[in-house]
């Protein structure tokens, strides 16, 4: 059945290309000789410059020259109990909410472990309606 809306695979411009304006102009700045980040480096580089120009400069041109680093993961450590258990998950979801509020983690980590919590209990939920479901089953055939 073909598709018959929304985005398609393959679709549209691909990230990263520059438009026709944007390749124009950095071409002319390139044939003029200087280009922006080429002036805040000179800047940068010249001993003779105010420090807070320099300082400037490196700031404004170092996103161009250097990546960004990626965010690192922090690692917590709550003593949570048992989550085998639905009333196991609501005491380790308590237990993170006094973490919270306590100050021991920050209320981004506490979300990750919420949504891992979150997770198991839906485990335990469908596994609980599955044996409900055939224990159902079984009385109605036998019924």
């Known amino acids: 059945m073909p598709k018959t809306g929304g985005a398609r695979a393959?679709?549209?411009?691909?990230?990263?290309?520059?438009?026709?304006?944007?390749?124009?102009?950095?071409?002319?700045?390139?044939r003029q000789g200087v280009t922006p980040v080429e002036y805040m480096l000179s800047i940068m580089r010249n001993e003779t410059a105010d420090a807070k120009d320099r300082a400037w400069a490196a700031e404004k041109a170092a996103p161009y020259i250097h990546a960004r680093p990626a965010p690192m993961a922090n690692r917590i450590e709550i003593d949570l109990p048992d989550t085998s258990t639905i009333d196991g998950?609501?005491?380790?979801?308590?237990?993170?909410?006094?973490?919270?509020?306590?100050?021991?983690?920050?209320?981004?980590?506490?979300?990750?472990?919420?949504?891992?919590?979150?997770?198991?209990?839906?485990?335990?939920?469908?596994?609980?309606i599955l044996e409900r479901l055939?224990?159902?089953?079984?009385?109605a055939l036998n019924g």
């Open 134 to 139: 055939e224990k159902l089953e079984a009385n």
């Open 10 to 30: 393959g679709a549209g411009r691909p990230p990263g290309v520059t438009n026709k304006k944007s390749a124009e102009i950095l071409a002319e700045a390139v």
């Open 89 to 128: 998950i609501k005491d380790a979801m308590a237990a993170i909410t006094k973490a919270v509020s306590a100050g021991k983690i920050a209320p981004s980590e506490a979300q990750g472990a919420v949504s891992i919590l979150e997770a198991q209990r839906k485990a335990i939920e469908t596994g609980e």
